[in-house]
């Protein structure tokens, strides 16, 4: 499985940019798919997550009302729309996927598989 990272780039606080992973070797079906993020000196965070199969959705709490997650299960892609995008949203951008058993889907350690990331810089 291989899960490749786009969209990311410098963006000014307040605009929109999304990211896509696109999964490739097999279906991921029933899979959790995330997106995790890394700012420079901090540990990998939890951003947003989507059962691949239902399509339920879970957000860290600063990001509710601006990020959206969805899947294109035509292009086997999963994407993240930022909106009202601020400074603090800066880092790099990882897909993760973990295995349907997965319950703690918050945790980096619980992910399966990851993308190469994409990074995000927002200039205030």
């Known amino acids: 499985v291989q899960l490749q990272a786009s969209g990311g780039g410098l963006v000014q606080a307040g605009g929109s940019l999304r990211v896509s992973c696109a999964v490739s070797g097999r279906t991921l079906s029933g899979y959790t798919m995330a997106w995790f993020r890394q700012a420079p000196g901090k540990e990998r965070e939890f951003v947003a997550a989507v059962k691949w199969t239902t399509g339920v959705t879970y957000y860290e709490e600063s990001v509710k009302g601006r990020f959206t997650i969805s899947r294109e299960n035509a292009k086997n892609t999963i994407n993240l729309q930022v909106n009202s995008i601020e400074p603090e949203d800066t880092g790099v951008y990882y897909c993760?996927?973990?295995?349907?058993?997965?319950?703690?889907?918050?945790?980096?350690?619980?992910?399966?598989?990851w993308g190469q990331g994409t990074q995000v810089t927002v200039s205030s």
């Open positions: 993760a996927a973990a295995s349907p058993r997965t319950l703690a889907i918050r945790v980096a350690g619980r992910y399966e598989f």
